[in-house]
């Protein structure tokens, strides 16, 4: 099966940068979704790009979509302490059936 | 909406012993999840249902491993006899239908096989 896959490193900034994550996957897809999971708890959906998308914007979550260079990435604008988390993207490969990567540690400074 | 359910939240056993994690779906929503999440592997499809029946069951690692949904209200995942390397934390998600994207997780249930 395919896996997402995030650029591994763990990423520390000050309340009010942005933070942007990358991600990089294998073969076809449907779509690509990334999903936030804070310490302990399960996953939460941030926001869906399908394959025929570029870009989408949500609050202040932008995420592009790179199909000729099977890639893409997450911009979180204005971050805030609250947006410390992992996050992940996750590939869907068909049928619904996600693929994630490892994650991407993100910790905001107040 | 009470959201997607599992239980027990943790669970530590002894290896051998027969360890049964639940999950109820929300309401209405017809396809769910299983997943293991652990730091070595990260997160791995566990097996797929959609309509109570499975559908991929290519991620089950082993026989040991066995899942059902008897109705629409309530799956099981089951390891009999498990191992200290199940150990991990096992989520279920579940999406309303085909045409919705977004999975709905649950918060997971903690095995710790000793």
């Known amino acids: 099966s395919q896996q997402g896959e995030e650029d591994p490193q763990a990423l520390s900034i000050q309340e009010g940068e942005n933070a942007t994550m990358n991600c990089s996957y294998k073969t076809s897809i449907n779509n690509l979704q990334w999903y936030r999971q804070n310490s302990g708890r399960g996953l939460v959906h941030l926001i869906l790009i399908r394959s025929n998308e570029r870009e989408k914007h949500s609050g202040r979550l932008r995420v592009t979509l790179d199909t000729s260079k099977k890639s893409s990435s997450l911009l979180i604008t204005a971050s805030r302490a609250a947006d410390t988390a992992s996050y992940f993207c996750a590939t869907d490969y068909g049928n619904n059936r996600l693929a994630f990567g490892k994650g991407n540690q993100v910790v905001v400074i107040p | 909406d009470a959201g997607v359910i599992q239980s027990p939240r943790h669970e530590v056993t002894e290896m051998g012993q027969e360890v049964t994690l639940r999950c109820k779906p929300i309401s209405g929503h017809n396809s769910l999840f299983w997943y293991r999440q652990t730091m070595m592997r990260g997160l791995e499809l566990l097996i797929y249902f959609n309509n109570n029946v499975p559908i991929d069951d290519s991620g089950m690692p082993e026989d040991r491993f066995s899942a059902k949904m008897p109705n629409a209200s309530f799956s099981t995942l089951k390891i009999q006899p498990s191992e200290p390397r199940d150990s991990a934390v096992y989520f279920c998600?579940?999406?309303?239908?085909?045409?919705?994207?977004?999975?709905?997780f649950g918060p997971g249930t903690r095995l710790t096989v000793l």
């Open positions: 998600a579940t999406i309303k239908d085909y045409s919705y994207n977004e999975q709905f």
